[in-house]
Antibody, heavy 124, light 107 residues
Framework: QVQLQESGPGLVKPSQTLSLTCTVS??????????WTWIRQHPGKGLEWIGY???????YYNPSLKSQVTISVDTSKNQFSLKLSSLTAADTAVYYC????????????????WGQGTLVTVSS | DIQMTQSPSSLSASVGDRVTIACRAS??????LGWFQQKPGKAPKSLIY???SLQSGVSSKFSGSGSGTDFTLTISSLQPEDSATYYC?????????FGQGTKVEIK
């Protein structure tokens, strides 16, 4: 069974850059069948899709965050990462990593496995 | 961006009740709609994909229907462990977008 685990700082100062890593275990990140995604949830609010990366490094970012976001993949470590720059208090949220699975032509399992989430607080 | 609107925002029902949650897309999304369950302090869990396909390991009391712009999630017989917030997700086009959530409580 695949497992995902987020790691990174719980507290970051305004204007700094947040770096989070998602470690994948129980399966290889290097498969064309999988897409690796970051999602966040502001305290007490709904879910916001940040972006995804494929094993080959192709990415798509939410236009609302595009200027701040970089997602990368390290296949040697079975990890993918999120960098979010120019942080403000509005970036305080629980950040989740998740996997989506391409199961065939016109078949897609969106966000079928999730990490437990990590709370990031932006404060001086 | 495609807007996803869920209704109701919250509901309270009794054990054994049949519960239905609606999700409407601001434009057609074919069948590319998923449903997720989130309990407090936990990550969301995938229940349904492709509008009506049950995710592996998920109880058959959950079912989904719809296509185009209107979708529903049904819980056939509500149990205490179903108390949670439910979200729909469109993945027809980027950026993927979620509904605002429906909080289900047990009377």
């Amino acid at each position: 069974q695949v497992q995902l685990q987020e790691s990174g700082p719980g507290l970051v100062k305004p204007s700094q850059t947040l770096s989070l890593t998602c470690t994948v275990s129980g399966g290889s990140i290097s498969s064309a069948a999988y897409y690796w995604t970051w999602i966040r949830q502001h305290p007490g609010k709904g879910l916001e899709w940040i972006g995804y990366i494929s094993y080959s490094g192709s990415t798509y970012y939410n236009p609302s965050l595009k200027s701040q976001v970089t997602i990368s993949v390290d296949t040697s470590k079975n990890q993918f990462s999120l960098k979010l720059s120019s942080l403000t208090a509005a970036d305080t949220a629980v950040y989740y990593c998740a996997r989506s699975t391409l199961c065939g032509r016109d078949c897609y399992h969106p966000l079928d496995f999730w990490g437990q989430g990590t709370l990031v607080t932006v404060s001086s | 961006d495609i807007q996803m609107t869920q209704s109701p925002s919250s509901l309270s029902a009794s054990v054994g009740d049949r519960v239905t949650i609606a999700c409407r897309a601001s434009q057609g999304i074919r069948k590319y709609l998923g449903w997720f369950q989130q309990k407090p302090g936990k990550a969301p869990k995938s229940l349904i994909y492709a509008a009506s396909s049950l995710q592996s390991g998920v109880s058959s009391k959950f079912s989904g229907s719809g296509s185009g712009t209107d979708f529903t999630l049904t819980i056939s017989s509500l149990q205490p462990e179903d108390s949670a917030t439910y979200y729909c997700l469109q993945y027809n086009s980027y950026p993927w977008t979620f509904g605002q959530g429906t909080k289900v409580e047990i009377k």
